[in-house]
């Protein structure tokens, strides 16, 4: 039995709703880090196992999720534990600063840049860039029904980025206008599907179709070593809408053949048939 | 000088929001009847020259109002107007009538139709797929931000239809699950594109590239015979969301590579290389 601190964290991380993988693991490190401080020896092995399964459970087919239950060893010794959780954080948090980084030398100037939903990977680079002195523009989606993009266009106010926010339903319309789309990642399956908020792969489809090009931003700790494309688990979170309920999988899925790149920390990965 | 009551109605036309082309040609056929009612000779000719004008300037590049403008003639005999105006007005109630009869024949058994907005046409399409007996469900957008969507949940409730709302984002997700995507048309252009409610063409690129055939229905009258796709004026109704203003053009442009057919009055149109 895991104590109730650490089963809190795993309901709160299934509860979750619009932060996505990054924050998931995060939470899951925390909640690693927090057993160690608690036990020692045969019982924290045994919860070890336990927290696996748990943390698994959250999202089966979650990338980052089964990297870290691979990343943290399964001991009895706690120092081991803590020491591996914390390492999992600082090197997600010094992969976010390298992927603004590394992303931000994408950006040309007076860029166009399109997005789609919230992603903390996208805001880093554009930070990043916005550090560097490029000035560009930013295109969002209002990503309904959560209007995770005007959280995105506060944080492009603050940073004094000019920007449009337009309706999901205008990607088309608006990807003609772009230069650059810039997505965030919640999970890239092992044969380079990238899956992000739905929405996305209808941005990958216009800027393919207008040739602008897509590019997709992930801790390399979301790529998944063996998932495959059909196999990936989508959460649905219907609601209602005057009386009628509508149908709400968060996530789609888009295929390697329209995306440029992945950002990740350590460069820009591209399909092997085009290096 | 119009008389007030004529500009009244040109006055709902251009304030018109969410109704398209087939309402707009009617209304503008009947400020042309109750011209007819109100004048003759000469001051009657030089109103319909006014009005004309009046009309073209609700929205200058849409082709039902065009060619509902060259369906009246210029003349100042008062009972030929007036008999124009209602012919228009009962060939578009034939043509929506025919239009549901050629397309229902597009139903296959157990077809899963998609379709984005909510089109007359298309409504007319399942009215007369039903009468026929079909069977088929519907995957429908809820099409934000004036949820037109919601308005046809409720029509085909009342059909006995089953359907599934989607969010606007969804559309890549759910078009792999349709059998056949069926969409209105505002209007037509003479190089064959398609302007409909903004979010089509996101419909028409996941349709081609999950090999579901994408049909538009449209009245003839909405086929512009000179206007390019290029040429086509977007109104845009910008709203705001939690304080940022929403980029809102009503209308995108799907071109006819990836359209199946258009389903007219006369029959299913399709591109002449296809012929």
């Given at each position: 039995m895991l104590p109730t601190e650490v089963k809190m964290i795993i309901e709160e991380m299934k509860a979750e709703r619009i932060r996505g993988a990054s924050w998931l693991a995060k939470k899951g490190a925390e909640a690693y880090r927090l057993l160690a401080e608690m036990m020692e020896g045969e019982e924290l092995e045994k919860a070890l196992e336990e927290i696996r399964e748990e943390i698994i459970n959250?999202?089966?087919?979650?990338?980052?999720?089964y990297n870290l239950t691979r990343f943290i060893?399964?001991?009895?010794?706690?120092?081991?534990?803590?020491?591996?959780?914390e390492e999992f954080i600082k090197l997600s948090e010094e992969a976010k600063r390298e992927?603004?980084?590394i992303g931000?030398?994408?950006?040309?100037?007076?860029?166009?840049?399109?997005?789609?939903?919230?992603s903390s990977a996208v805001l880093e680079i554009l930070k990043s860039a916005r550090r560097k002195g490029k000035r560009f523009r930013v295109i969002l989606t209002e990503s309904n029904?959560?209007?995770e993009g005007i959280a995105l266009a506060r944080e492009l106010e603050k940073l004094d980025v000019p920007f449009e926010?337009?309706?999901?339903?205008?990607?088309?319309l608006f990807s003609k206008k772009a230069t650059l789309a810039l997505v965030g990642a919640d999970n890239i399956t092992q044969d380079g599907a990238l899956i992000n908020k739905a929405g996305t792969y209808l941005l990958a489809l216009a800027c393919h179709d207008n040739s602008v090009p897509f590019y997709g931003a992930a801790e390399s700790f979301k790529i998944h070593p063996e998932l495959k494309s059909e196999e990936v688990e989508i959460i649905e979170r219907p609601y209602t809408r005057q009386g009628f309920r509508v149908r709400n999988y968060l996530f789609d899925i888009t295929p390697w053949k329209y995306i440029r790149g992945i950002i990740t920390e350590f460069g820009v990965l591209i399909p092997p048939k085009e290096i």
């Open positions: 959250v999202n089966m087919t979650m990338a980052s999720l060893p399964i001991t009895g010794n706690p120092t081991l534990v803590k020491s591996k959780a992927i603004g980084n931000s030398e994408l950006i040309d100037e007076n860029e166009v840049i399109i997005t789609h939903s919230f029904p959560d209007y926010v337009i309706t999901d339903a205008q990607i088309g």
